[in-house]
């Protein structure tokens, strides 16, 4: 084969599999019958606090006398990362947590802002917060990195 007869063959090739790939829309929606924001307490936003932070154990959620659940977790950092190789890096994990609390039906009625929470190496760092709302029956903690 020539050099201009593999070319020609590699760009039909290409071209293919690029017109293959781009279908034009609209798409249906992928259904997940059981979403990890609706059967888990614990949803990691990001993948780094997924690999380094390792949940502990659930505080039983404490209803206080003015109606508001008080609700929490705790989590511990197992892992550093960052620098080369992870070695020498950092060792304490920097990142923002928000808790959504739910009613009975499954809907939102409450949710803190996005707090800064340091989780440092190898120590069992706890997550509390409470409801403004004394409707709520169930909540959710996500994690993030720091933004």
């Not at 259904?31 to 997924?50: A, Y």
């Amino acid at each position: 084969m020539t050099v201009k007869t593999i070319t020609v063959l590699l760009s039909g090739i290409v071209a293919i599999a690029t017109l293959a790939g781009c279908g034009s829309g609209p798409y249906a929606p992928k259904h997940n019958p059981n979403p990890k924001q609706e059967t888990e307490r614990l949803i990691f936003i990001d993948k780094k606090p997924s690999k380094v932070l390792k949940f502990v154990r659930e505080v039983e959620p404490k209803r206080l006398p003015g109606g508001e659940l008080e609700v929490s977790m705790i989590l511990v950092n197992e892992k550093s990362y960052g620098g080369f190789l992870g070695l020498g890096g950092k060792r304490d994990i920097e990142c923002d947590v928000k808790v959504q609390f739910f009613d009975a039906t499954g809907k939102m009625v409450d949710q803190t802002t996005w707090k800064p929470k340091r989780f440092h190496r190898g120590m069992e760092e706890s997550i509390t917060d409470r409801s403004l709302s004394v409707d709520v029956v169930d909540y959710r903690v996500n994690v993030r990195m720091r933004q």
